[in-house]
Structure formats: structure tokens, C-alpha cells
């Protein structure tokens, strides 16, 4: 059973200040995707992450992959209060048709 | 482009009455998807068609029926509603291909009483 573990799931921060959250994975899998929620909203596609060693940009967002360590990572870079979200990363099933397994989701706050 | 729409976005039902959650996407997908999220959770996929003429189960299929109507649409069907099936559902389409992202639609919030 494939499952997606994310920490932290809370995670409260300064304006200006760096963190990462992480993702884990159980089994292999081809494909990684990052998604952001703001309250009461739809998901939003943020990174595709096909490939060990990709990595992508988007902003003050950096997201990485290393399928090896079956483990990603996504960055955050001198947070500003618009990055206040819920970030999930989601890994795919090899072989099957799309299906994604979803971490339960990192809750960011940015602080002033 | 309208990318997916949900109707309703907010319903709430008795214990044991039905009721069908409609979704059509805009974007000549083949894949449509059907999740429900509920509190500190991630989402959980329900049923999916790959494409046209096919569904399958989900994580979490048991209490829930589809349709995929059409390329466009695919239904979610509650016969006997519990309140465990309170949620939040969204519904997703993708193309197939090498890094089909998933467009998610607005949501139907479901409340059972």
C-alpha cells in the first residue's frame, strides 16, 4: 500500500524566513505533484516532478525530487503572508491511471 | 474556458435520502476522478474513468456510485446518505500523458444530518 506521509503538518513562520517541508513516500513512483489550497478553495497545481534529481522553481517556491530516497522536498524562500496555504504533495500509483495518493497536507502560516 | 465545474456547491440531506453531484469539465480530458477531503485529511480518491465508458474503484468507493455520462461529464451518486459521507468533494480531470496534472474543480460541500 502506497502511503504519502508530509511534515509538518503545521508549521508557523516569520515573514522573511526559509523552510522546507518534506514528503515521503512508501513505494516507487514515477511522478510527484505539489498542490496549494487556500481556505474554503480548490486545489492548484504548483510542481510536476517527473524525474530523480528534478527540480523546479515557481517564485519563492522550489520543489526537488529524489525517487531513490523516495522523498521530496519543497522550499520556501523568504516567506511573505501570500504563501499562507495548505501544501500537499501527492505521489502517483506506477501503472495505474492517474491515481494519486495524497499526504494529509502542510498548514502554512506566515507571520509579520 | 470554464476548466471543471461542480454542481451544487453546498447541499445538505437527511440520513438515507440520494442525491447526484455533478462535475463537467471544458478541457477534452479523458481522465476524470472523484475525491473527498475531510478535516486534517488529505484527499482520498472515490471512483475514476480513465476514459469514456470505463470507471473504477477508488480508496474509498463503498456508499457511492458513478456515471461517466459522457466525455465531459462524470456523476458521483449518493443512494443512502450517512453522515459519515459529510465531506468536501472535489472532482479533478487530466488528459493521459507523461505529466497529466489533475485540474481540480470548486467543490461541493456536503453536510448529512
Redo the contacts between chains.
Keep these: 500500500e502506497l502511503k504519502v506521509e508530509q511534515n509538518p503538518l503545521f508549521l508557523s513562520m516569520q515573514e522573511g524566513k526559509n523552510y522546507t517541508i518534506y514528503c515521503n513516500y512508501s513505494t516507487t513512483s514515477d511522478r510527484l505533484y505539489w498542490y496549494r489550497q487556500d481556505p474554503g478553495k480548490s486545489l492548484e497545481s504548483l510542481f510536476v516532478l517527473l524525474s530523480n534529481g528534478a527540480v523546479k522553481q515557481e517564485g519563492r517556491l522550489m520543489a526537488s525530487l529524489d525517487t531513490k530516497a523516495r522523498l521530496s522536498t519543497l522550499h520556501i524562500t523568504a516567506a511573505v503572508h501570500d504563501l499562507s496555504a495548505t501544501y500537499f504533495c501527492a505521489v502517483d500509483i506506477r501503472g495505474s491511471q492517474g491515481n494519486l495518493i495524497f499526504g494529509k497536507g502542510t498548514k502554512l502560516s506566515v507571520k509579520p | 474556458n470554464a476548466g471543471v465545474t461542480q454542481t451544487p456547491k453546498f447541499q445538505v440531506l437527511k440520513t438515507g435520502q440520494s442525491m447526484t453531484l455533478q462535475c463537467a469539465q471544458d478541457m477534452n480530458h479523458n481522465?476524470m476522478?472523484w475525491y473527498r477531503q475531510d478535516p486534517?485529511?488529505?484527499?482520498?480518491?472515490i471512483y475514476?474513468s480513465?476514459s469514456e465508458g470505463t470507471t473504477?474503484k477508488?480508496?474509498v468507493p463503498n456508499g457511492y456510485n458513478v456515471s461517466r455520462l459522457n466525455k465531459r461529464e462524470f456523476s458521483l451518486r449518493l443512494e443512502s446518505a450517512a453522515p459519515s459521507q459529510t465531506s468536501v468533494y472535489?472532482c479533478a480531470s487530466?488528459e493521459?500523458g507523461?505529466?497529466?496534472?489533475?485540474?481540480?474543480?470548486?467543490?461541493t460541500r456536503l453536510t448529512v444530518l
Design positions: 481522465s476522478y486534517g485529511m488529505g484527499l482520498r480518491l475514476y480513465a473504477d477508488g480508496e472535489f487530466s493521459i507523461y505529466a497529466d496534472t489533475q485540474y481540480f474543480g470548486p467543490g
